[in-house]
């Protein structure tokens, strides 16, 4: 295995965690940074305080599947040991993205979208569970 390639995607999916589905659909169809409303956090539970249900549910959906599109290419291409790498570094994009001044979001919907990926029978025991609490 060439470390070096592992290196290279791990980067680009640390580039991928950078976008935020809030920051650009809030830019994009309020003309508004949505860190400067609510939590000024970049995240989908913002996102579904400030602007309502619709734009929360697309700012989760861009979010998992970022997680989910970095957890498979780093499978595809390494193994466990590329989802790993991958998703982590996805992760860590979301949350420290360094386009937005490492102001990013929790992390919550990336990593559901790398944790569904990597261990679905148990993410979806733990999501039902987590249905039956709430």
Known sequence: ???LYLIVLGIICYFIG???GSIVLSK???KQDIR???SKNAGATNALRVYG???GLATFLIDFLKGLLCAYLGFKFFGSLGIL???ILCVVGHILPVIYNFKGGKGIATSFGVLLFAQPLQVLFLL????IVV
């Open 1 to 3: 295995m060439n470390y």
């Open 18 to 20: 950078n976008i935020s």
């Open 28 to 30: 994009l169809i309020y």
């Open 36 to 38: 400067n409303y609510g």
């Open 53 to 55: 249900v619709k734009f």
């Open 85 to 87: 790498v991958c998703g």
């Open 128 to 131: 039902i569970l987590f249905l």
